[in-house]
Structure formats: structure tokens, C-alpha cells
């Protein structure tokens, strides 16, 4: 979990997306490397589907190489990202207009886990409302700060922090039992 929970370098992100505005696709594949992790996680967390949250984080770095120079320096630079992935799996499902499958967060979030814990990992996940598991996965997966999650899902930010504190409460009780179960 420690990979999990580092902080981005917002200056290493910023520089990287300049360096991508100007054609650099060495550059483009390094802030590939960095951040690829977070985005789809964060898609994940959205569209609750592995294969669509796939999709999603291609369609994204697409987008994020051919309007990199529509970056503004005084942005933060994975707030940006993670906005033109928002707005990428926000028409997906309106596109769509069916329900999606389960969330496979696991996958991000569990390495080093059992197949049980595993198991156990994604019920807890799936008992969170998709915003709380949103606001779980960047804060825990993507590092982001709280102040960041809230402009991103356009919340307040006393909202962000209490719904992130009961999702956190809600899935160490939910782990507890999926614990004394096994």
C-alpha cells in the first residue's frame, strides 16, 4: 500500500504535460508511466466495469496527448487529468444509458491480498456509494488531497471529508466481519 499512497509530483506532472504540449512523446510516456495507475483507478471507481475502465484510461491519455497544450501551468496537473477522465467516463455512461457490472477495485487496491481477502476487499467496496468509493480511490490510490477531490467532484469540501471518513469506518467494520467470517 505504501506505492499506493505516494503523492505525485505536481512539478515532475506539470513539466511533463508541457514537455507532451510540445510533441515530446518521451515525455508523454513518462506522465504515462506516473500516472496511469491513478486514472484508472479513478475510472474504475466510476464505471465499475474493468474492461470499460480499460477503455476509458487509453481514450484518456489520447486526449490528454492531443489537448496537452490546452494545459494551464497554475492548474494542477493530475486534477487535470483526472478531469478529462471524469468527463471521458461521464459520457460513456450517458452514451450507454444501461447499468454497468460490479467494481473490480481489487485489482488496484488489494495487491498482495488472498483470493479471500481479495473476495472480501471487493464486497466492502461494492457496499460504498459510487461517490464515497470515488472519493476513497484518489484519496488512498491517486494521493490526491481533499481540497483537490472536492473542486474535481465539484463538492464542498466538509462533504468530501465526512463522506470519506464514514466510507473508511464503513469498510473497516465491513473488513472486521469479512475477518471473523473466514
Not at 504540449?21 to 495507475?37: I, S, V
Not at 483537490?148 to 466481519?177: C, F, N
Amino acid at each position: 500500500m505504501d506505492g499506493a499512497k505516494r503523492k505525485l509530483d505536481a512539478a515532475k506532472l506539470d513539466a511533463l504535460l508541457r514537455q507532451t504540449a510540445e510533441g515530446d512523446t518521451g515525455a508523454f510516456g513518462a506522465l504515462y508511466q506516473e500516472t496511469k495507475a491513478a486514472v484508472f483507478g479513478f475510472c474504475l471507481s466510476i464505471l465499475r466495469n474493468r474492461a470499460e475502465a480499460e477503455d476509458m484510461t487509453h481514450d484518456c491519455f489520447v486526449r490528454v496527448f492531443l489537448a496537452a497544450e490546452q494545459y494551464r501551468r497554475a492548474q494542477n496537473p493530475m486534477a487535470w487529468i483526472l478531469t478529462v477522465a471524469r468527463n471521458l467516463c461521464l459520457h460513456r455512461l450517458r452514451d450507454q444509458q444501461r447499468e454497468t457490472v460490479q467494481a473490480e477495485l481489487e485489482e488496484t487496491a488489494a495487491d498482495g491480498l488472498s483470493p479471500e481477502d481479495r473476495l472480501v476487499l471487493s464486497g466492502c467496496m461494492q457496499a460504498l456509494s459510487d461517490e464515497e468509493r470515488q472519493i476513497a480511490v484518489l484519496h488512498a490510490v491517486s494521493g490526491m488531497k481533499f481540497r483537490e477531490i472536492a473542486e474535481l467532484l465539484g463538492l464542498p469540501l466538509s462533504t468530501v471529508l465526512s463522506k470519506y471518513h464514514r466510507s473508511m469506518k464503513r469498510l473497516r467494520d465491513l473488513w472486521q466481519e469479512g475477518e471473523t467470517k473466514k
